[in-house]
C-alpha cells in the first residue's frame, strides 16, 4: 500500500528509512545518497562516483543552533536518553555508507523517540539523523553536506533557481568556490550536488553541461 510522506512530519524519516532498507538489499550498493527532484549534480558521473567511494567517511550536516528553530524545537520527554545539548540540526540531504545506512534502518531505540515526542513544528527530517549519528558515529561522520543550498533568503524554505539565473559562472562557483576536508586533506570540492533550480532551468542547465562538467574539472 502506498503511504504518502508529508513535509515536516516524522513520516519523512520513516520512507528515508524504507528507502534505505529497499537500497541495501542490493549488496553491491556500498554508498546511499538522498536527493529530490530540484536537484542537480555538481561533476559527472566518475568523478561522483570517485569522491563517494573513496571517501572514508558519510556526510550528515548537525550542528547546534540555540535558536527558535534549533534548540526551540526539542521536547524535554526526550529526556534522559537525548538531552537538550545533544539535540541536533542539520540538512535532510544525506550521504551515507552501508555500515551507517544499516545502523539507521536497524535503530529502535532513538527513532521511536523521534516518533513520540518530535511532531508538527519539530521537523524531524531536519533533526534525526543529525542527532542520531552525533550521538552514536560522530568519529565516521564529516558533518557537512554534500548538497549546495541557498538559504540567503528568510523563510522555511530555500531560494529556488530559475531558468535566467543559471549560469556557467555560476555553476563554477558551486563546484569549487568552497574550501572543506575530505580524508583528512583541504579541498574545494565540497559539494557534489546542488538544490533548488526549477524545472524550466533543465535545457539551460543540459546546455551548460559540457561546459562545466566535463572539461572542467
Known amino acids: 500500500m502506498m503511504q504518502q510522506a508529508r513535509w515536516g ?34 561533476f559527472n558521473f566518475s568523478t561522483i562516483y570517485a569522491y563517494l567511494m573513496n571517501s572514508t567517511q ?8 540555540d535558536s527558535p528553530v534549533g534548540r526551540g524545537r526539542y521536547n524535554e520527554k526526550m529526556s534522559p536518553h537525548i538531552t537538550i545539548d545533544q539535540w541536533r540540526k ?5 550521504e551515507m555508507d552501508r555500515e551507517l545506512a544499516l545502523e539507521v534502518v536497524s535503530d529502535q531505540f532513538y527513532f521511536p523517540l ?15 539523523l543529525p542527532t542520531f549519528v552525533t550521538l552514536k558515529f560522530t568519529p565516521k561522520n564529516s558533518n557537512r553536506t ?15 533557481y530559475l531558468r535566467p539565473l543559471v549560469t556557467v559562472e555560476f555553476l563554477k562557483a558551486l563546484r569549487h568556490g568552497s574550501q572543506c576536508e575530505y580524508n583528512g586533506q ?12 526549477s524545472a524550466d532551468s533543465l535545457i539551460k542547465l543540459l546546455t551548460f553541461a559540457p561546459k562545466v562538467m566535463y572539461f572542467n574539472k
Open 9 to 42: 512530519h516524522v513520516n519523512m524519516i520513516e520512507a528515508e528509512r524504507r528507502l534505505l532498507a529497499n537500497a541495501l538489499m542490493d549488496f553491491s550498493n556500498q554508498r546511499f545518497v538522498l536527493l529530490s527532484e530540484a536537484c542537480i549534480p555538481l
Open 186 to 197: 583541504s579541498s574545494n570540492i565540497c559539494y557534489l550536488f546542488a538544490r533548488k533550480f
Open 146 to 160: 554534500l548538497t549546495w543550498v541557498d538559504w540567503s533568503r528568510a523563510g522555511i524554505h530555500p531560494v529556488t
Open 90 to 94: 542539520g540538512s535532510q540531504w544525506f
Open 114 to 128: 523521534f516518533q513520540s515526542h518530535c511532531a508538527n513544528a519539530c521537523y524531524s527530517d531536519e533533526h534525526y
Open 58 to 65: 558519510s556526510y550528515i550536516e548537525a550542528y547546534d543552533k
